[in-house]
């Protein structure tokens, strides 16, 4: 792939936004609930499509059920599944679960691999999956995992173009972060994704009064909305008319 090149001011700037966001989010972290490496990966592969919440709660019973890699392998898909029907793409999930943990037990000695290229060999590990594996259990920063909150807000911040692919963006953060920050980099901007600078553009505009917003927030379809005063359908027709040549 090829390396992206950033410039100083880029680098600098990116140094600002890390700070702003240490100052408002000091304790960020993964919300997944888990107390060892393979039950983040488990929760991993669950969380896609799935929120976090909704994750926490069915994994208590499925780990007190299933608590070491090799019981997940002597189960099948479909004894697992009753344990996490309530998330989206049970089936498939239970049997990515089963064929995951069955090679760790397997091929890893029940301990899950920290290399990527190890990891991506599982069933249901794509690289976000990897990265957030790599970075939560064993502190090594490999990659960024990007979900929706960071290509949503490496857009709103100005990290990256529009209509950047998570590929694209995850190249752009690399470039602009220094590596030890990228595990928590993706925790904070989480965070202020899901607290401050939501998916949806808000009636009211409070959020574009947040600090990081004013300083950082420059790529942002609701600011830029309400920058022109608001998009009655009578305004968007006169600013419509406007524009024409
Ligand atoms: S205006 Fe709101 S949604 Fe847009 S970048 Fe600022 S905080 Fe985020």
Redesign the pocket.
């Known amino acids: 792939m090829k390396a992206v090149r950033v410039t100083p001011a880029q680098r600098a700037r990116a140094d600002s936004l890390l700070a702003a966001l240490r100052t408002h989010y000091p304790d960020a972290h993964c919300e997944l609930a888990f107390t060892t490496p393979h039950e983040l990966l488990v929760a991993t592969i669950l969380s896609a499509q799935s929120t976090d919440v909704g994750v926490n709660k069915a994994t208590p019973a499925l780990f007190a059920r299933f608590p070491t890699p090799a019981d997940y392998a002597k189960a099948t898909p479909q004894e697992i599944e009753p344990y996490i029907r309530s998330l989206g793409f049970f089936r498939m999930k239970a049997r990515a679960l089963h064929e995951s943990m069955k090679a760790v037990a397997e091929r890893f000695g029940g301990e899950v691999p920290r290399t990527m290229e190890e990891l991506l060999g599982l069933r249901g590990v794509a690289r976000k999956t990897a990265s957030v594996v790599l970075g939560n259990a064993y502190g090594i920063n490999e990659g960024i995992p990007v979900d929706t909150h960071v290509q949503r807000?490496s857009v709103?911040?100005g990290l990256a173009p529009a209509g950047s692919t998570p590929g694209q963006i995850e190249q752009r953060l690399m470039a602009l972060f220094p590596r030890e920050q990228w595990c928590d980099l993706s925790h904070m901007i989480i965070w202020h994704g899901r607290r401050?600078?939501?998916a949806r553009?808000?009636a009211g505009g409070g959020?574009?009064d947040?600090p990081?917003?004013r300083e950082f927030?420059t790529g942002?379809e609701?600011?830029a909305k309400?920058d022109r005063g608001g998009e009655t359908s009578v305004k968007k027709k006169a600013r419509r008319g406007k524009a024409k040549p």
Do not use: D, N
């Open positions: 807000l709103r911040l401050a600078c939501k553009c808000p959020c574009h947040h990081i917003c927030g942002c609701c600011r309400r």
